[in-house]
């Protein structure tokens, strides 16, 4: 079993979006194991977008994330990092096919509707930083 890391992010929000997308990770057979709303303080984004922080987009990054409450779920099931990838299709809404998540509801690049983890150590990583002990139950 694996776990992983989804922001719904505030394009998710404002669209009504969460059920929606939360939907197809349960019919995957995905179980939620951690879920809290927040609004993303600058330095919880400066952290989680670490690689690039420095670059001439972050100040936009920052702006959108913390644009309004977001939903942070752990989520557990088995390949899951993989299968969350390929049901959300590519970074680039514009880009992702019909059917996926970002292809059915995301805009753009950032306007993506979900971030998930890239990996099973990034998750674990993610999941430390967003949720203290306690808040993950399996």
């Given at each position: 079993m694996e776990n992983t890391f989804i922001i719904f992010k505030p394009d998710c929000m404002e669209?009504?979006?969460v059920?929606?997308?939360?939907?197809?990770f349960e019919a995957a057979g995905f179980e939620v194991i951690g879920c809290k709303m927040a609004r993303l303080t600058p330095a919880l984004l400066r952290e989680h977008y670490a690689h690039v922080a420095g670059k001439p987009f972050y100040p936009e990054i920052e702006a959108f994330m913390s644009s309004r409450p977001v939903i942070m779920m752990a989520l557990r099931g088995d390949?899951?990092?993989?299968t969350?990838?390929?049901l959300l299709g590519p970074t680039d809404s514009r880009k992702a096919a019909q059917g996926t998540i970002r292809g059915d509801f995301g805009t753009e690049m950032m306007k993506n509707v979900v971030?998930?983890?890239d990996s099973v150590e990034n998750g674990r990583i993610e999941i430390a930083r967003f949720f203290q002990a306690g808040e993950i139950f399996v």
């Open positions: 669209k009504r979006l059920g929606a997308v939360l939907s197809r390949n899951i990092v993989q969350v990838r390929d971030h998930a983890s």
